[in-house]
């Protein structure tokens, strides 16, 4: 007897994405083992999946970076349901 999966995945997946930001990242780069690990791949890297909470802590760490600019953003979080 066949079970359905009991999560779907696709409905919890994010993207957080790299932004042209290039002093932050550079800032960021000087410390990369003081990053989250979402940043820090991201420094290699365009874009990582993720979950909603990941997301919003990187980003929460990257706001609270002394670099931070929010006239260019460094990072975008995306929720990739429909």
Do not use: N, T
Request: aromatic fraction near 12%; glycine fraction near 4%.
């Amino acid at each position: 007897m066949e079970h359905e999966p009991l999560f779907v995945y696709g409905l919890y997946v994010w993207f957080l994405q790299r932004r042209d930001s290039p002093e932050w990242w550079a800032a960021v780069a000087e410390h990369p083992f003081a990053a989250p690990g979402l940043i820090q791949e991201l420094l290699r890297g365009p874009s990582v999946v993720c979950d909603r909470a990941e997301a919003l802590q990187a980003l929460a760490w990257a706001r609270a970076h002394p670099a931070w600019r929010d006239d260019q953003p460094a990072l975008k979080a995306v929720d990739a349901r429909p």
